[in-house]
């Protein structure tokens, strides 16, 4: 079966198990009283299908194109590499979980973007342009490194996972879940959002952090992601989890990013034999639609 790579859930899954079926939930439905656009007349978000990503609109970001089209935008896949003609017809350009390679999981990190997209990207932003990047655990994280870093963001390359193996709430009242411009100044205030395993990174000062880790979890930096497994071999490298971001925002120029650690929250999947709901459709995640319409809403400011 075909790798179809979104995150660990929060009970540690093996790599075997990561091959397990995803299929997008077609029973998703998040209501909007008032689209942010005239439907169909919002501005072009671009979603990158060209650099071997995971994740497609018409696939397991389904809901992801589902809601955005509700709230007034116009989507459109490309599978071309960047290139300015295509970014100038678009407000945001959107690539989740791009990887260099899908069938190698193990180290050296290679770069899912050229240097000449890089830089396409950089300047496009810089000019104005808004990139959403959304990366997640190896060999995601590494995929995207070199991408992030020209923003000043260190993409770590491993798994960032609770030492516990409880679900992955992220919230105000934690202190895990920060008040700013995307989860209280745009409109309708986030309390709480779901994660599923994922990576951190740093930022830079220009930054602000949307999310971020605590002291209950590990970065964990193996060779080769089939290391990853319970219970978690002692010669893994790690990193004390605590005070890696998992999501932040930054203007750049005149334009706009935000980048987050994780795929699976703006997905809504059905995991697994038992068809376990993942995203924004589980029960726990109820405001994880919300908050990618103000993430949304904030790059189209």
Not at 97 to 103: I, Q, R, S, V, W
Not at 211 to 238: Q, T
């Amino acid at each position: 079966m075909k790798r179809m790579i979104i995150c660990l859930s929060a009970i540690l899954l093996s790599i075997a198990q990561l091959k397990a079926q995803q299929v997008a939930d077609e029973q998703f439905y998040y209501p909007i009283a008032d689209p942010h656009h005239q439907v169909g007349n919002g501005p072009l978000l671009l979603f990158d299908e060209a650099h071997n990503n995971a994740v497609t609109l018409r696939g397991t970001y389904a809901a992801f194109s589902d809601l955005l089209q509700a709230d007034g935008y116009s989507l459109r896949s490309t599978k071309e590499k960047v290139n300015l003609e295509r970014l100038k017809e678009a407000k945001i350009f959107i690539s989740v979980n791009a990887l260099h390679d899908p069938e190698n999981w193990s180290l050296p990190a290679r770069s899912a973007f050229t240097d000449k997209e890089i830089e396409i990207l950089r300047q496009w932003v810089f000019d104005g342009g808004c990139l959403f990047l959304v990366t997640d655990h190896m060999p995601c994280g590494g995929s995207a490194q070199a991408l992030a870093a020209v923003f000043g963001i260190q993409v770590i390359n491993g798994f960032a996972l609770r030492k516990d193996g409880k679900p992955e709430i992220f919230s105000k009242d934690k202190g895990t879940l920060l008040s700013n411009e995307v989860t209280t100044g745009s409109g309708t205030e986030i309390d709480s959002i779901m994660c599923w395993g994922g990576t951190g990174f740093t930022v830079p000062e220009t930054a602000q952090i949307i999310s971020l880790l605590d002291e209950g979890y590990e970065i964990y930096l193996p060779a080769d992601a089939n290391l990853i497994k319970r219970p978690m071999p002692d010669y893994i490298p790690r990193l004390p989890g605590k005070g890696f971001a998992n999501g932040a925002y930054l203007r750049f120029g005149e334009g706009r990013m935000v980048i987050f650690g994780d795929g699976a929250p703006f997905s809504a999947q059905l995991h697994g034999i038992k068809s376990e709901k993942r995203g924004m459709n589980h029960p726990s995640a109820y405001q994880n639609a919300q908050f990618l319409l103000n993430i949304v809403h904030w790059l189209d400011q």
